[in-house]
């Protein structure tokens, strides 16, 4: 059988961001050869969280899943949205009883392919559960249902944190792909035990800016120390993420290359602020 060819697409900032993924991702798809597409959102409204309306305007572009991270809360409405939405992921080492779901699997014609989002305790606000044991449980018991095609967004602010999860799922997933930093690394590989690993996916958003936010302000607040607002950049826009080819027999990923490319938002589709 073919692989699962797999789009994952990094932290979305913005308007910018978000109006270039939802363009692109019909197109990308048919390019591509796409049978499966993953996004993170957590910074699609407005530079900080997601709403219910730009996750349903994700979905509807063809995203299979949407991840999310430390910002997942920040628009209070996305609160209710959840138990509704079982392809939206909160990272999954939240306490027992947190809306939402650190997983989910889904059908594809080439085999079920399981989700997973978990987010790094270093540096990391707010303070969760242990990724590790949390994401090793939940590979372990999708692995015991026969679902061998896991692919792990592992939201983290630290290198070191996500290198040593992609180690410590080494032959237990499919694939790990950092985010959170917004900016693509160069370090794709496959790992011994078969596992494709990237420490950071990169950001999907504005090119002429710091992590997506104005460059003028970022830099004011670096001179200066004065507290100021961070308003989301223009100009043209920069799709990244990953590529990932899994073997949907035995979960191991057969190829792993970086996504990256200029967009021109100008040719972006109309949506809501």
């Not at 594809?108 to 090793?136: C, D, Y």
């Not at 308003?231 to 792993?256: F, K, N, Q, T």
Request: charged residues 20%; glycine residues 12%; proline residues 7%.
């Amino acid at each position: 059988m073919d692989p699962v060819r797999i789009l994952f697409l990094g932290d979305i900032v913005g308007e910018p961001g978000r109006k270039a993924v939802i363009e692109q991702l019909p197109g990308l798809r048919k390019e591509l050869g796409l049978d499966f597409i993953i996004v993170n959102g957590e910074n699609a409204a407005g530079g900080r969280g997601i709403t219910p309306r730009i996750a349903i305007d994700l979905l509807r572009a063809g995203a299979a899943v949407i991840t999310t991270g430390d910002h997942v809360w920040d628009q209070q409405e996305i609160v209710d949205y959840f138990p509704t939405e079982p392809r939206l992921l909160r990272p999954i080492n939240y306490p027992e009883g947190t809306p939402g779901s650190g997983s989910v699997v889904l059908d594809t014609p080439k085999g079920k392919v399981a989700v997973l989002q978990g987010q790094g305790r270093s540096f990391m606000q707010p303070p969760l559960e242990n990724p590790f044991i949390g994401l090793e449980a939940e590979a372990a018991r999708l692995r015991s249902e026969g679902i061998m095609m896991i692919f792990v967004d592992f939201h983290a602010e630290t290198t070191s944190e996500k290198i040593a999860m992609g180690w410590a799922l080494d032959g237990k997933v499919s694939a790990v792909v950092g985010t959170h930093t917004h900016v693509q690394t160069a370090d794709e590989r496959i790992l011994p035990g078969g596992t494709g690993c990237l420490t950071d996916a990169g950001m999907c958003g504005p090119e002429f800016s710091v992590l997506g936010r104005s460059h003028e302000s970022v830099v004011w607040r670096f001179r200066t120390g004065m507290p100021t607002r961070f308003p989301i950049a223009s100009g043209p826009v920069r799709l990244c993420g990953a590529l990932v080819d899994v073997d949907p027999e035995s979960g191991r990923c057969m190829a792993l290359a970086r996504f990256n490319r200029m967009i021109d938002p100008s040719q972006a589709a109309e949506g809501e602020v």
